[in-house]
Each structure stands twice: as structure tokens, then as C-alpha cells.
């Protein structure tokens, strides 16, 4: 009996299976023919239409114009020396707040002084100038700083790719942090260590002589 009713069983589902597989059940609703392209053929429709050598020379030109006029949005303009002056900075920094130790402890506590230059000795000689001003390159041109392995050379203005191009020579832009930490008011200017302070040389470049590190007039 049992036998019985799994074959007839089967039976129907097969033949139900035979009639799902052969009916036309007809058509619901308006149909279309498919128009969008595939998303792949999209793309290879765009690699075949595109210039490629056209593309690589664009990106290179952007590319070379950014590094050839690349110039900091926060570059601090400063104003021509019109004599020679010098003055000190004392870089004696004050601690804003507590340094806690994680223990629940103060290491440094809020209003702590500290003088790194008491600790060690700096030996760049900071080199502040204007290249867009040629009075102040013809200044450098004929001070010894150029040359100089441990000057480094901090522009407050003007092309540095133009600049490296003729003199072969390393700069950086002058940030304002190290104007301000230092109290740069006028440039060509030049900072050194003497002692625990730095001292800074401002420098008339109508004159185009020829200066030393710690020269005053």
C-alpha cells in the first residue's frame, strides 16, 4: 500500500513538473526590450574612446606646474629690513599646563620654565629671505650663507623652483611658528645661537655686502 502511494506521488509531481515546464502562462503586463548596456561594456566602450597618451601628458603637466609653484596657503609675508639691527630672543618656553604621569602624578607642573639652548647647542644658522625681492637674493648672493652647509635657507616669499634651478641649492619655506617663536620682523634676516638665546641679524639688502655669521653694524 505504502509502495502505492509514493509512486503515485511521484507521478504528480512529475507531471506537474512536465506541465510547469511546457504551459505558456501568458503575458502579464507591457515588456520592453533591454536598451541599457552592461556595466563592463560600458567601460570598455570608454577605455577604447579615450586618449590615454593625451590623459598620462595632462597629469604630468598638473603635476609639474603644482611642484613648480607649490607655495604654502599660510606663508607669512614680511617687510623689507631697511637698516642692519640685531636683537635677542630668549627661548625660555613656559609649560600651559600639568604633565601628568599616569600614575596620578605631575611630572611637569603648569607655569614649568624651560630653556632648551641651556641644554644643548644649536648649530644651524637660520637664513630668512624674500626671493620674489632680488636686492635680498643678490644680498644672499654675496653673503657667505649660501655656501654655508649648516645654513638653512627659510623663504617668507617667492618661487623656490626657480630659486633651487639657478643656485642648486636646498631651501624650505619659512613657517609661521619659527617667525613668530623667534620675533622675525624684517628680512633678509639670520638667526643664531649665542649663549642660551638666539640672536637675529636683520640686514638692509640695498647694501650687497658681503656679511659673516654674527656680524652687527
Known sequence: MKGKVFIFVVSVLLGAASIAGSTDLGTFGATYPIVEKDLLEQFQEIIAHTDWAKKQEEVQKKTRNYIEN?????LVSLPVATKDDSFTVDMTWTL??????GK?????????TFNPLAHV???RTLVFLDV???RQVDWLAASPFLKKIDAKILLTGGNYYEFV???KRQVFYANRKIIERLGIRAVPAVAVQQGTKMVVYEYDPEKVRAVKKGDKS
Open 70 to 74: 607649490y607655495k604654502p596657503h599660510d
Open 96 to 101: 600651559p599646563m600639568d604633565i601628568p604621569d
Open 104 to 112: 596620578g602624578g605631575v611630572i611637569y607642573p603648569k607655569g614649568f
Open 121 to 123: 647647542y644649536y648649530q
Open 132 to 134: 620674489s625681492d632680488k
Open 165 to 167: 634651478k639657478k643656485y
